[in-house]
């Protein structure tokens, strides 16, 4: 137990320092609200009234492609550090599993690439 004590401090001074962070910024901080910061936050896109009827407008999609870009490249960094680390104990089986990985990544970089996520216009 006399190992995880350390960490079970850290963890404490962790959670302190992010609730006082939290309490001193409402004390604290300016409390200027207009409209604009009332709205809620949809990722750079002016938020638009939703018709009584059902309709509404088309949101564009390139902020999704560029999400779903950051979460294939993210993922493919998370499995591929590991499996570089250990290559030589995994042998064989290892090579294919990431061989059928990177098979994986590459069709959805392909699509990515098809709808046009990587045109930076």
Sequence with gaps: MDVYVPILVLGAIAAGFAVVSVCLATLIGPRRYNRAKLEAY???????????????????????????????FDIEIVFLYPWAVHFDALGGFGLAAMALFIFNVSVAYAYEWRRGGLSWD
């Design 42 to 72: 949809e990722c750079g896109i002016e938020p638009m009234e939703k018709p009584a009827h059902g309709g509404g407008q088309r949101f564009p999609v390139k902020y999704y492609l560029t999400a779903m870009l950051f979460i294939i």
